[in-house]
C-alpha cells in the first residue's frame, strides 16, 4: 500500500486510527481511543476509531475529519494537499502546526520537491 500523507501533511501510515482501520486491530482501537480521549479531552470510544485515510475515497473517516477546515478547504480546492495550495500556510494550518509541528515540516518538504502525488 502506497504511504499517503493527509491534505494537513500527517502521515496515515502513522497514525493509530488508520493502522487500527487497516489491520482491523481492536486492541489497537482501545489503545487510541484512550490515548486521543486523554490527550484532547474527549469522549473517543473505540468504535469511533476507524479511518481509510481522509484522501481516500471512502466513508470511513475519524469523526473529526468529516468537518474538518483543512481537509474540506483542499478538497474543495482539489489539491493533493495543502503544501500545494497558493495561500499556503494558512490562518487555519498555523493553528493546526501547534498542535502537530511535523505536519508543517511534511508539507514543506512537499512543496520543497513539488511531488504532490501522494
Not at 66 to 83: H, Q, S, T
Given at each position: ?27 489497537k ?39 474538518c ?5 483542499a ?17 487555519k ?11 508543517k ?8 520537491t513539488k511531488?504532490?502525488?501522494?
Amino acid at each position: 500500500m502506497k504511504e499517503m500523507t493527509a491534505y494537513c501533511g500527517l502521515h496515515c501510515h502513522e497514525c493509530g486510527a488508520f493502522l487500527a482501520t487497516r489491520d482491523n486491530d481492536n486492541r489497537k482501537r482501545n489503545e487510541v481511543a484512550k490515548l486521543w480521549s486523554d490527550q484532547y479531552h474527549a469522549d473517543i470510544r473505540p468504535e469511533d476509531i476507524n479511518c481509510d485515510g481522509c484522501k481516500s475515497g471512502g466513508s470511513c473517516h475519524f469523526q473529526y475529519c468529516g468537518v474538518c477546515e483543512i481537509r474540506l478547504c483542499a478538497r474543495k480546492r482539489n489539491i493533493a494537499n495543502c503544501a500545494f495550495c497558493d495561500e499556503y500556510p494558512c490562518e487555519k494550518l498555523e493553528e493546526f502546526f501547534k498542535m502537530a509541528p511535523q505536519s508543517k515540516v511534511s508539507l514543506d518538504a512537499l512543496r520543497e520537491t513539488k511531488d504532490g502525488n501522494q
